[in-house]
Nanobody
Framework: QVQLVESGGGSVQAGGSLRLSCAASGGFFSSNAMGWYRQAPGKQREMVAV???????NYADSVKGRFIISRDNGKNMVYLEMNSLKPEDTAVYYC???????????????WGQGTQVTVSS
């Protein structure tokens, strides 16, 4: 009954930027953390960025300093601004939602269907 829909993916040259958006409906958006994961062909799905309901963020080392996650609780939206994109950023990006412990551990429960990001040299 919780629906997450990603948008904003596409093809871009290395060094360019993209902004991904995720619209959430149903559930309790403001009470849960949200995040972005990605999966490249033949590779394990990995965490990219997570944001708590209060706005605390965490990033994978590979994207720190290049990507920014943000959210708008009033609009039930979460965003991922991706800058200085590299070919290794090519993957399907998935928006997700789930609980976060007081220690910062995140457990995604609900998932969107993903949006493709392709970065060429």
């Amino acid at each position: 009954q919780v629906q997450l829909v990603e948008s904003g993916g596409g093809s871009v040259q290395a060094g360019g930027s993209l902004r991904l958006s995720c619209a959430a409906s149903g559930g309790f958006f403001s009470s849960n953390a949200m995040g972005w994961y990605r999966q490249a062909p033949g590779k394990q799905r990995e965490m990219v960025a997570v944001i708590s309901r209060s706005g605390t963020t965490n990033y994978a080392d590979s994207v720190k300093g290049r990507f920014i996650i943000s959210r708008d609780n009033g609009k039930n939206m979460v965003y991922l601004e991706m800058n200085s994109l590299k070919p290794e950023d090519t993957a399907v990006y998935y928006c997700n939602k789930g609980p976060m412990t007081t220690a910062g551990s995140y457990y995604p429960v609900e998932w969107g269907q993903g949006t493709q990001v392709t970065v060429s040299s």
